[in-house]
């Protein structure tokens, strides 16, 4: 009987396995992705076999998460769109270079991608509730995060960068910050830096976008956001400026998964690994800034 038990597992994780590779195989011309595919397959061979030796209840290391794409054929990428260039509306689709990155993870899978698109502060609980099963957020790697979620490897380096009013003569530099109003995205790193500031008022928004209207109106004295949202702000704001001056920790962006799904951890980090090396992240950064 435990035979039996045995048998049928490794049949499963074979069927898996195959329907995988095909998959990928069909969405993918590059020829030595492909290969690349193989490889990756054959690991997860391995350590099943190994598994299988230690113990028969453990015969499959599929988490719960990827047994459930691979039944339903979706996948649920959770974001906040409103974060140009890594994610933003476009009628009733979300582009950016996270929509690219989200396409190319279903893809891989053979599965259908499925956006739910939320308030930024929501996605932690959305992705530990089983709402969503990825976030893709232009999301900062972050200790206390880190607690919660767990990352995949970087595919972008951001820095927070202050926005005033153009000909503001008081803010310089981030001294200038102590005991004003300041605006950020509620539950960023913008909003954690500001929190941090001497004296600051910090007024939290939706999005970066009500945030950058309030401070045309002149209702706050600054905002706080990652460098490449606050250029794309600056530009559809002639009024607003992105000061040089960048003085805040280095910061880099991964994706998250739920803590334990370290196969669907392994497969999008394979995505983000392709899409680097081939230099399409960097395009994809040229592509959706440039233009609005
Ligand atoms: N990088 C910042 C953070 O992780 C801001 C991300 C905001 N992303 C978004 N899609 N609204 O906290």
């Not at 595919?37 to 061979?45: G, H, R, S, T, Y």
């Not at 232009?138 to 919660?148: A, N, V």
């Not at 001294?175 to 007024?203: C, H, R």
């Amino acid at each position: 009987m435990k035979n039996i038990i045995k048998i049928l597992a490794v049949l499963m994780v074979l069927v898996f396995t195959l329907s995988i590779v095909g998959c990928s195989a069909e969405g993918n011309d590059k020829a030595n992705s492909g290969g690349q595919e193989e490889n990756v397959q054959n690991d997860a061979n391995a350590n099943q076999a190994e598994g299988d030796a230690q113990d028969s209840e453990d015969a499959s290391a599929e988490s719960e998460t990827m047994k459930k794409i691979r039944e339903t054929k979706k996948i649920i990428w959770g974001t906040n769109a409103e974060f140009p260039p890594f994610e933003m509306r476009e009628g009733d689709q979300v582009i950016g270079i996270d929509a690219e990155i989200a396409a190319k993870i279903a893809e891989k899978l053979g599965v259908e991608l499925v956006v739910e698109d939320m308030e930024f502060d929501a996605l932690i609980t959305a992705l530990q509730s089983g709402k969503i099963d990825f976030i893709a957020a232009g999301f900062t790697i972050e200790p206390d995060r880190e607690k919660q979620v767990l990352f995949t490897d970087t595919y972008f380096k951001a820095v927070q960068a202050i926005m005033v009013q153009e000909g503001n003569e008081e803010i310089k530099s981030a001294d200038d910050l102590e005991g004003k109003k300041i605006g950020v995205q509620n539950g960023t790193t913008g909003d954690f830096i500001a929190s941090d500031i001497p004296g600051a008022e910090v007024i939290r928004f939706n999005n970066g976008i009500e945030a950058a209207l309030d401070l045309n109106n002149g209702k706050i004295d600054a905002v706080i956001i990652d460098n490449l949202p606050a250029q794309m702000l600056a530009k559809s704001n002639p009024g607003l400026v992105v000061l040089d001056e960048k003085p805040f920790d280095a910061e880099e962006y991964a994706i998250a998964v739920r803590k334990g799904d370290t196969d669907l951890q392994q497969v999008i980090n394979e995505v983000l690994k392709e899409m680097k090396d081939s230099g399409e992240i960097d395009e994809l950064a040229n592509k959706y800034s440039i233009g609005e």
